[in-house]
């Protein structure tokens, strides 16, 4: 995980995230958006990322292909915050 921190350290995105342990805690993390597992605050087991379908990505239009439709929605959100990025600098 360090390794992928340090490939990604320029353009370095954070987002907010709920993460699930296995006990049912729920953690919510600012965190980079590469990170998927973080041990649990309360009893220290691995919570994984939950994936949030709520957000301005979701098309209901485009319902027949849910996979293909986030996939593509992943894909061009980052695109739109690289572009943001650029501009700010
Ligand atoms: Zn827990």
């Known amino acids: 995980m360090t390794k992928m921190k340090r490939i990604y350290g320029l353009t370095k995105m954070k987002r907010i995230y ?7 805690h729920v953690v919510e993390k600012y965190i980079e958006i590469d990170t998927t597992i973080i041990p649990c605050e309360i009893c220290n087991q691995e919570a994984i990322r939950v994936v949030s379908f709520a957000g301005p990505c979701l098309d209901p239009i485009s319902g027949d292909f849910p996979s293909a439709t986030l996939r593509w929605a992943r894909g061009r959100q980052a695109k739109i915050k690289a572009e943001r990025k650029v501009a700010e600098a």
């Not at 709920?18 to 049912?24: E, I, K």
């Open 18 to 24: 709920d993460f699930l342990c296995p006990d049912g």
